[in-house]
């Protein structure tokens, strides 16, 4: 049995909250394109404290690719 791969989105500035930083999770299945998004985003004030969680959990940070939406900051594996 596989366990499907958890991400985590940083965006910055999206529609829904203009200012903020957003974490959205999504579950990488390979059937869903782009991941099924699970759970409710956190909002933060900083994308230091955005982080914080990932950092502490020793997960990895992927940056932006250049063809990533504009408001994406960052992904966390």
């Known amino acids: 049995m596989s366990k499907?791969?958890?991400i985590y989105?940083?965006?910055f500035n999206p529609s829904d909250y203009p200012g903020k930083y957003v974490v959205r999770a999504y579950?990488?299945?390979?059937?869903t394109p782009n991941g099924k998004p699970l759970s409710n985003p956190g909002i933060?004030?900083?994308?230091?404290a955005a982080r914080d969680p990932f950092k502490r959990n020793?997960?990895?940070?992927?940056?932006?690719?250049?063809?990533?939406?504009?408001n994406i900051v960052e992904v966390w594996l």
């Open 27 to 31: 579950e990488i299945d390979g059937i």
């Open 44 to 48: 933060y004030e900083t994308l230091n």
């Open 4 to 6: 499907n791969l958890i």
């Open 58 to 70: 020793g997960l990895i940070c992927v940056d932006r690719n250049i063809y990533d939406d504009a």
């Open 9 to 11: 989105t940083i965006y």
